[in-house]
C-alpha cells in the first residue's frame, strides 16, 4: 500500500474539479439519489473483487449535490430532513455499501460546523461543502484502552493549533478535501481540526485491508506537528458536553447503510433464484421460486427488512421532531438515541441474515467468484463492527425499565 503525495494530489484535484451542483429541496435530493445510485451500482461488484478505489465514482457522488443536503437553508443548503438523509444514504448502500459509507463522516462533520462553529467558520465550510468538497475523517486510533482513549494532542500556539498523533479507520480520508482530525488539549477537551489536503506534516496512507468494505480506503492518518490556521479548529467537547443531535445523526446513518446492504443482498437473492437456482428434489416443483421452504424464507427476510426500514423511518421524524424545536434538551437526545438504537438493532441483525441467507436459497453455485455475492456478507459483518449492537439492547433496555437516558457520544 503506498502512502498519498498529498502536495501533488491536491493540486491535480483542485484544477480538473468544476462546481458541484447544489440540490435545491428533499425531493430533489431524493431523485438524484437513485440517477448516481444506478451509476454507482454498475460496477460495484467489480471494484470490491479487485479492491480498485472509487476515485472516479466519488467524484460522481459529490458532484451531484448529494453530500451537500445537510448545509442548513440560512446558508444555501438544502437543510434537508433526516428523513431524506437516511433514505439517500439508504439507496446509495444498496448500490455499493462503500460509497454509502464514505459520507457518514462528512455529514456528521458538517453538523459539527453547525453546532460549534463561529459564524465566520459557518460561511466559509458551509461554502466549501456547497461547492463540491469533502471532509474524511480522523478519529479513532489504534491500540488505545478503548474508542474515547485518544493520544492525539492539539495544543494552541498563537493564532494556530499543532497537531499530532496517528489515527485509523480513517474512512474517506484519502478522497477528502480536508481531513478532520480529533484531538485533545491539555485538559482533555476534544477540538476538531479540519485540515486542508496537502498541509505539510499530513499523510494519508492507503493500507486498510478489512475483508469487507474494501473501498472505503478507511486506513491510517499521521500527523507529524501539523500547524492548522485556530480558523479551521473547532470545539468538539460542546457536541456532547450540551444536548445535541449529533450521536443520533451518526449512529442513524450507519443504520442506514445497513439497510442498504441488506437490500441489496435481498435483491440479489431474488433474481438469482429465478433464473438460477434448482429447486430440491424432495420439493415436487419445477422452479426454486415455487419450492414452498424457499418461498417462505424469502417472506421471512422481507417481513425482517421491512420491519427495520419502518423503524429507520421512525427514528428519523424522531431526529425531525427533535431538530425542530427552538431548544434540544436531554430528553430529546434520549428519546433520539433510543428510537436510533432500535432502528440500528434491526438494520444490523437483518444485513447479517440477508448476506447469509443468500447462499442457503440461491445454491451452491451463488458461491462461485465471478458472482462476488459474498460481498454483501462480508461488507455487513465488518460495517456493523463499528459499535456492538448487544449494547444497543442494553440501551433500549435500561431507558424502558429504568429511565436511564444514554450516555451523549457518537456512538448512542
Known amino acids: ?42 460496477g460495484a461488484a467489480g471494484r470490491d473483487a479487485e479492491r480498485r478505489l472509487p476515485h472516479e465514482e466519488i467524484e460522481w457522488f459529490s458532484q451531484s449535490g448529494l453530500w451537500a443536503i445537510t448545509v442548513p437553508k440560512a446558508y444555501g443548503g438544502a437543510g434537508v430532513s433526516f428523513v431524506t438523509l437516511t433514505e439517500v444514504i439508504r439507496i446509495i448502500a444498496a448500490a455499493d455499501s462503500s460509497l454509502g459509507q464514505l459520507p457518514q463522516n462528512h455529514f456528521g462533520l458538517v453538523d459539527v460546523v453547525a453546532l460549534t462553529g463561529s459564524e465566520a467558520q459557518k460561511q466559509y465550510f458551509f461554502a466549501q461543502v456547497l461547492g463540491g468538497k469533502r471532509f474524511g475523517n480522523g478519529f479513532s486510533e489504534k491500540g488505545t484502552k478503548n474508542v474515547l482513549d485518544l493520544k492525539t494532542s492539539v495544543t494552541r500556539d498563537g493564532d494556530h493549533y499543532v497537531v499530532h498523533g496517528t489515527k485509523f479507520y480513517s474512512t474517506g480520508a484519502l478522497f477528502a478535501d480536508f481531513v478532520p482530525v480529533l484531538g485533545l488539549d491539555a485538559e ?5 481540526a479540519y485540515i486542508p489536503k496537502g498541509t505539510p506534516g499530513l499523510s494519508v496512507i492507503d493500507d486498510w485491508s478489512g475483508f469487507g468494505q474494501r473501498t472505503t480506503a478507511s486506513g491510517t492518518v499521521t500527523l507529524d506537528h501539523v500547524r492548522v490556521p485556530a480558523s479551521h479548529v473547532l470545539p468538539a467537547h460542546r457536541v456532547t458536553d450540551f444536548p445535541t443531535l449529533n450521536g443520533p445523526i451518526s449512529q442513524i446513518i450507519q443504520a442506514a447503510i445497513d439497510a442498504g446492504i441488506a437490500q441489496a443482498a435481498l435483491a440479489d437473492t431474488l433474481t438469482f433464484v429465478r433464473a438460477r437456482s434448482r429447486p430440491w428434489i424432495d420439493s415436487g416443483v419445477e422452479r426454486a421460486s415455487d419450492d414452498p421452504l424457499t418461498v417462505r424464507e424469502i417472506g421471512h427476510l422481507h417481513i425482517q427488512l421491512h420491519a427495520a426500514e419502518a423503524l429507520l423511518e421512525r427514528a ?42 443468500l447462499f442457503e436459497l440461491a445454491g451452491t453455485q451463488s458461491t462461485l467468484a465471478e458472482h462476488n455475492f459474498d460481498r454483501h456478507w462480508r461488507n455487513a459483518r465488518v460495517h456493523t463492527l463499528h459499535d456492538p449492537v448487544r449494547w444497543k439492547y442494553h440501551l433500549v433496555g435500561n431507558y424502558y425499565l429504568n429511565g436511564v437516558k444514554p450516555v451523549r457520544h457518537p456512538w448512542n
Open 316 to 357: 428519523a421524524r424522531v431526529l425531525d421532531a427533535s431538530a425542530a424545536k427552538p431548544e434540544t434538551t436531554e430528553d430529546d437526545v434520549a428519546r433520539a438515541s433510543v428510537a436510533v438504537g432500535e432502528a440500528k438493532v434491526l438494520t444490523t441483525e437483518v444485513a447479517l441474515l440477508a448476506g447469509e441467507k
Open 188 to 192: 482533555r477537551n476534544g477540538w476538531l
Open 1 to 42: 500500500m503506498a502512502e498519498v503525495d498529498e502536495a501533488v494530489s491536491s493540486k491535480t484535484f483542485d484544477a480538473n474539479r468544476s462546481a458541484a451542483h447544489v440540490i435545491a429541496d428533499d425531493a430533489e435530493a431524493l431523485a438524484v439519489a437513485h440517477e448516481v445510485a444506478a451509476r454507482l451500482a454498475k
